[in-house]
């Protein structure tokens, strides 16, 4: 697998391969479709400036530093975070987003087993409820980051429905 990028989640290990292109592309119109000023936003943050924030948030004795961090971090959740999360639920079904799930996952290993449909499941069942949307986010960042930052469709504005 070239290109693999490997990352802790929720205490496990996952190895996050590269989309090929006969698959990411497709994969790259659908989430264009469903709302891609949204998943740049979500693709492109720092992880590390999460981790500080919540680091901060759940500090006993707090600098006055550690509360400018949360405060910002707090105003960008709702600003920009809880919209584009929002948004994209609002585009697409359950059904559209286990599509793009599987695709995805096909790429990514657990235990020495790619995530194919049956491993989902068996990987999924027992953890927790938002570890398969933070391996899938992992996942997205790792083969479209670069994508979504020069994606044409940011420059264009969008047409008027009437």
């Known amino acids: 697998m070239a290109s693999a ?8 290990e996952y190895i996050f391969g590269r989309i090929p292109p006969t698959k ?10 469903l709302g891609a000023p949204e998943i740049q936003f979500l693709v492109t943050q720092n992880p590390q ?8 948030f759940v500090a006993k004795e707090k600098t006055s530093e550690q ?9 960008k959740l709702v600003s920009q975070a ?3 999360i929002s ?6 079904d359950g059904e559209q987003i286990m599509g ?14 790619y995530l194919v449909e049956r491993e989902i499941d068996i990987q999924f069942v027992d953890s927790e409820p ?14 479209f980051a670069g994508f979504f930052r020069v994606s044409p469709s940011f420059s264009i504005p969008p047409t008027a429905t009437t």
């Not at 509360?67 to 105003?75: G, H």
């Open 130 to 143: 938002g570890t398969i949307w933070k391996v899938f986010a992992e996942g997205l960042r790792v083969n």
């Open 87 to 92: 948004g994209i639920i609002q585009s697409a």
């Open 24 to 33: 990411s592309v497709p994969l790259q119109v659908q989430l264009l479709k």
């Open 82 to 84: 809880i919209p584009a």
């Open 67 to 75: 509360v400018a961090m949360v405060n910002a971090f707090t105003a």
């Open 100 to 113: 793009m799930m599987k695709v995805m996952f096909a790429f990514i290993q657990c235990d020495g087993n």
């Open 49 to 56: 400036e999460w981790i500080a924030a919540a680091a901060a």
């Open 5 to 12: 990028s490997i990352k802790r989640i929720d205490g496990r």
